[in-house]
Each structure stands twice: as C-alpha cells, then as structure tokens.
C-alpha cells in the first residue's frame, strides 16, 4: 500500500488548517471586542454614577447655603 498523501489531500489538509487557524482568529478577535465593549461601557457607567453623585452632591450645598442665608 502507498503511504504517501495525494496533491489533493494536502491541499485538503492546507484549506482545513488555514480555515480553522482563520476561525480561531476571527473567535479572538471577537472576544477581545466584546471585552473591550464591556469595559468601556462599564467606564462610562461608572462616570455617569460620579456625575450624579457630584450634581447631587452641588445640589444639597445650594440647598444648605439657601437655607443659611435665609436664617440670617
């Protein structure tokens, strides 16, 4: 019996491991968006939580000063 791999079914083996190695990529890249979509969203999140937080904080001072000067 020939041991010997056919052109056909190396070019075969080739296409498969260049289509899975393309597949793999393409599966890392997408996770490394995704995390980083997360991640910004995230950041985003947590200065829109500073945001309120600082207005909300502005917000009682006027109200404290307001009330100071009326009591005088």
Known sequence: ????????EIRKDAVQEIVGAGASTVGEVTS????AVKDVANAIGGLATDVFEIRDGARRAAQRNADETDAE
Do not use: A, Q
Not at 1 to 8: G, I
Not at 32 to 35: M, Q, Y
């Open 32 to 35: 490394i968006i995704t995390t």
């Open 1 to 8: 019996m020939d041991d010997r791999l056919s052109k056909n």
